[in-house]
């Protein structure tokens, strides 16, 4: 267990700490500090069961998404013949933009 103080607010914490950190605020009734911490405590397994849930639905996007990648583009043609049509384009305005040398009158 080790305890910090928030500089900014002045809250004191106290931390459980084993495989992972358990933060508790304290307050300043020691009956009310002695129920957050065993709230805290008896929390712990709802939190691993949260934690483990979050990290399988981690795992399942993962796996969707290198699914995903494996796929070709469906828009690879449409794709092609935009940017086929934007470089065409971009060389029209480039001469467009080019300065004309000035006419010379006889």
């Known amino acids: ?22 933060n508790v605020e304290l307050g300043t009734s020691a009956l009310g500090n002695l ?17 483990r849930g979050e990290l399988e639905n981690y795992h399942n996007q993962v796996k969707a998404a290198e699914e995903e990648i494996q796929r070709p583009f469906a828009h690879a043609d449409e794709l092609k013949e935009k940017m086929e049509r934007l ?15 000035p006419v010379q009158e006889a």
């Open 35 to 51: 129920t957050r911490i065993e709230n805290a405590i008896n929390g712990i397994p709802q939190r691993i069961e949260t934690t």
């Open 1 to 22: 267990m080790s305890f910090y103080m928030e500089q900014a607010t002045g809250k004191v914490y106290l931390n459980l700490q084993g495989a992972t950190t358990h």
């Open 87 to 101: 470089a065409k384009l971009n060389a029209e305005l480039t001469i467009q933009e080019q300065p004309q040398p």
